[in-house]
């Protein structure tokens, strides 16, 4: 969500201290969603981890949608931020429990690195596809100071 906090200081001129109030959701709502690995002993990890990326999927598309504008911030942006921040603490919390519950206990520290390398391979593969994508709808659209090289890499 780091495109925010920049887009919000340089095309809208919020303050720091705004741009950090309007954060905030992310960090409250995750931590909230942290505290539901315990649901992984009433319902299957498979349904709860589909959940979180449902409200994942969700929280892309209001994204996509609006924020372009600082009037956006509520009715668009700050349920992508909840949704999306709920949706990923789940889906990567109870990954890692249905990781563990299915792995051997001899395994575990092999399985736990796979998963982890996998993550940041792809997240390293998400930054370079995100990264193009803005920069030749920046080329197209309007410059850096248009919301639609955003909107495109939602």
Known sequence: ????????????????????????PLGIVAFAASCTGSFS????????????LSLCMVATL???????????????????FVLGSAGVM????????????????SMSSTVGAMFNGALQF?????????TSIETSVEATHGGSHEYARRAASF
């Open 1 to 24: 969500m780091f495109i925010f906090d920049i887009m919000w200081q340089t095309v809208f001129h919020w303050s720091v201290m705004s741009t950090a109030v309007h954060m905030l």
């Open 90 to 105: 789940v889906a990567f919390s109870h990954t890692n429990i249905a990781i563990f519950q299915a792995a051997p206990s």
């Open 122 to 130: 792809g997240s390293a593969i998400g930054l370079a596809a995100i």
């Open 62 to 80: 209001l994204l996509a949608l609006g924020g372009g504008k600082p009037e956006n911030y509520w009715p668009f942006v700050f349920p992508a």
């Open 41 to 52: 002993r009433i319902y299957s990890p498979k349904w709860i981890i589909l959940t979180g």
